[in-house]
């Protein structure tokens, strides 16, 4: 079966760094998404990653191991903001996303 | 530009009603989603559809029925709505069938009592 894991709720501190972690076991690979999604509304996209590696865009980072089946959103200088979650998703050879459950990061002043 | 627009914002349904969730989009996107999304699970596609005049399942389909007769709306309907189809559902839309990204309207909260 197709899978995707990803921690249910992380606390940081306003400032500081977060790694969010995603594992994932798909029928073929496509390509990963991290989404943002605040409470009560749509997810928004963040990043997209095909190919091994880290992007880096602004505060936000997303690293991919193909061979792994692992990637991870790195959240620098934490706002409170940034308080959401935080949903990983898998294309798989279908070219259909598969969700994880979302990550609910809370940040504390 | 709207975007993707979705209506209503909310809905209470009594069990056995028949209920159609709007959505429109003005970005001339090719594909169009319907998704659930309930507490603790991840987004669960219900249909979709890669082009005007064409759909498919999802993960999810039972209980709902879409249409795509032109390239702007996505209409997904409850024929007969059950307490479990009680969800927040999202419509989304990319581009291309591929790996571009999906872009979200801003939901229905949908209850059924």
């Known amino acids: 079966g197709q899978n995707i894991d990803q921690p249910t709720e992380m606390t940081a501190t306003e400032g500081a760094i977060v790694q969010i972690n995603c594992t994932y076991q798909?029928?073929?690979?496509?390509?990963l998404f991290w989404y943002q999604q605040h409470a009560g509304e749509a997810p928004t996209f963040l990043s997209y990653?095909?190919l091994d590696g880290l992007e880096e865009k602004g505060r936000f980072s997303s690293f991919l191991s193909r061979s792994k089946g692992y990637s991870y959103l790195l959240l620098k200088e934490l706002q409170m903001k940034d308080s959401a979650s935080y949903l990983c998703?898998?294309?798989?050879?279908?070219?259909?996303?598969?969700w994880g459950a979302g990550t609910k990061l809370i940040i504390k002043p | 530009i709207a975007g993707i627009t979705q209506a209503p914002t909310s809905q209470i349904l009594a069990a056995g009603r028949r209920m159609t969730l709007r959505c429109t989009q003005d970005?001339?996107?090719?594909?169009m989603y319907w998704y659930r999304q309930d507490l603790g699970l991840g987004l669960r596609l219900i249909h979709y559809?890669?082009?005007?005049?064409?759909?498919g399942k999802g993960e999810v389909p039972d209980g709902y029925s879409v249409s795509r007769a032109n390239t702007d709306d996505f209409p997904l309907t409850l024929a007969s709505a059950v307490p479990s189809q009680t969800s927040v559902y999202f419509c989304?839309?990319?581009?291309?069938?591929?790996?571009?990204?999906?872009?979200f309207g801003p939901g229905t909260r949908l209850t059924v009592l």
């Open positions: 989304a839309s990319k581009d291309g069938e591929n790996t571009d990204t999906q872009y």
């Open positions: 559809s890669n082009t005007a005049g064409t759909t």
């Open positions: 998703a898998v294309t798989d050879s279908n070219y259909q996303l598969i």
């Open positions: 990653n095909v």
């Open positions: 970005m001339r996107h090719n594909a």
């Open positions: 798909t029928s073929g690979f496509n390509g």
